[in-house]
């Protein structure tokens, strides 16, 4: 299974936030930040690299339901993924 066309856009812009975030988090240490906002900002790179890898079983999801192959395996495929980021 590929991430489908539409899905990519939209995981490349959340990557891309996100590596901005990790930038940030970078400096705020380099800058000796409090570490409840480091840990805040941390937080907020996470949340938007599961939202990424949600996109993308989703995009896998919805090929895996007009599949004609083996559904039960690629179902089951799709499942270890979605509880790898749980």
Not at 5 to 24: N, S
Request: charged share 30%.
């Amino acid at each position: 299974m590929r991430v489908s066309e539409d899905a990519t856009g939209d995981v490349i812009k959340r990557l891309r936030r996100a590596e901005g975030q990790i930038r940030g988090v970078i400096g705020m240490l380099e800058d000796g930040r409090d570490c409840a906002e480091v840990v805040m900002q941390l937080a907020a790179v996470s949340k938007a690299l599961d939202r990424a890898g949600f996109k993308i079983i989703v995009s896998g999801l919805q090929q895996c339901m007009t599949a004609t192959d083996d559904q039960s395996v690629n179902l089951e495929r799709m499942e270890k993924l979605f509880l790898s980021l749980a």
